[in-house]
T-cell receptor, first 117, second 110 residues
Framework: GAVVSQHPSWVICKSGTSVKIECRSLDFQATTMFWYRQFPKQSLMLMATSNEGSKATYEQGVEKDKFLINHASLTLSTLTVTSAHPEDSSFYIC?????????????FGPGTRLTVL | QQQVKQSPQSLIVQKGGISIINCAYENTAFDYFPWYQQFPGKGPALLIAIRPDVSEKKEGRFTISFNKSAKQFSLHIMDSQPGDSATYFCAASYNNDMRFGAGTRLTVKP
C-alpha cells in the first residue's frame, strides 16, 4: 500500500514553455501533498505544501507565480512550471501524507526529471 | 538554515561490514525521524523511522539509535551488501514540516 505515482517520469521542453507534472496517491487519500526539488547530488528541498481544496504554502524563495500548485482532490496534485528556463531543470519529487495517519510519514513518488533546453 | 546535519557525506564499506550514518537536529519540536534510501533517478523510499520516545528501533539489518538529550540519531546497516549502495537521507519532522539532511552516498564494495 501507500503508493504515489508521478507523471511524466521525464520531460524535455523548450525554454519559455510550461510543463505540468501530476502526482497521484493510488491507494490512499492524501490530505496533504508536498513538492520537492532535488538538484544533482544534493538533498531534497521543499518547495511547497498543499492541502486539498486550499492554496499551497510556498517555502521562502520559491516563486508562487512560476510554480503553480493545484491540489484539486484527495488523490491528485499538480505542479506547473510556467515559462520554464534552463535553471529550472531539476528532479521534481512529490510526496503525500495519508489523512488517517497518526504520524508524519510521507510517501514519495518516483520523481520527474525536467530538462529545459 | 540547516536544521538537520548529516555525516559523513560519503562512505565506503566492505561487504559484510557495518555502515554508520549520523544525524543531528536543532529543533526540539521534531517528533518523527525517518531514514530514506534513494537510488539514482528514483524517489526516496522509507527505510525505517523512529519517534523520540524510544532509544532504538531495529528492522532486519537496519537499526536506528536515538539520543534525545544530544539531539542526535544514527542509522546502522549491519552486514552491508552491494545492493545497499545508494544515497541515504535522514529527516526530522513535526506536523507538515519535514527537513532533510544533506545525504550520505554509501558504496558497499564486494
Amino acid at each position: 500500500g501507500a503508493v504515489v505515482s508521478q507523471h511524466p517520469s521525464w520531460v524535455i521542453c523548450k525554454s519559455g514553455t510550461s510543463v505540468k507534472i501530476e502526482c497521484r496517491s493510488l491507494d490512499f487519500q492524501a490530505t496533504t501533498m508536498f513538492w520537492y526539488r532535488q538538484f544533482p547530488k544534493q538533498s531534497l528541498m521543499l518547495m511547497a505544501t498543499s492541502n486539498e481544496g486550499s492554496k499551497a504554502t510556498y517555502e521562502q524563495g520559491v516563486e508562487k507565480d512560476k510554480f503553480l500548485i493545484n491540489h484539486a482532490s484527495l488523490t491528485l496534485s499538480t505542479l506547473t512550471v510556467t515559462s520554464a528556463h534552463p535553471e529550472d531543470s531539476s528532479f521534481y519529487i512529490c510526496s503525500a501524507r495519508p489523512g488517517t495517519s497518526g504520524i508524519n510519514e510521507q510517501f514519495f513518488g518516483p520523481g520527474t526529471r525536467l530538462t529545459v533546453l | 538554515q540547516q536544521q538537520v546535519k548529516q555525516s559523513p557525506q560519503s562512505l565506503i564499506v566492505q561487504k559484510g561490514g557495518i555502515s554508520i550514518i549520523n544525524c543531528a537536529y536543532e529543533n526540539t519540536a521534531f517528533d518523527y525521524f525517518p531514514w530514506y534510501q534513494q537510488f539514482p533517478g528514483k524517489g526516496p523510499a522509507l527505510l525505517i523511522a523512529i519517534r523520540p520516545d524510544v532509544s532504538e528501533k531495529k528492522e532486519g539489518r537496519f537499526t536506528i539509535s536515538f539520543n534525545k538529550s544530544a539531539k542526535q540519531f544514527s542509522l546502522h546497516i549491519m552486514d552491508s551488501q552491494p545492493g545497499d549502495s545508494a544515497t541515504y537521507f535522514c529527516a526530522a519532522s513535526y506536523n507538515n514540516d519535514m527537513r532533510f539532511g544533506a545525504g550520505t552516498r554509501l558504496t558497499v564494495k564486494p
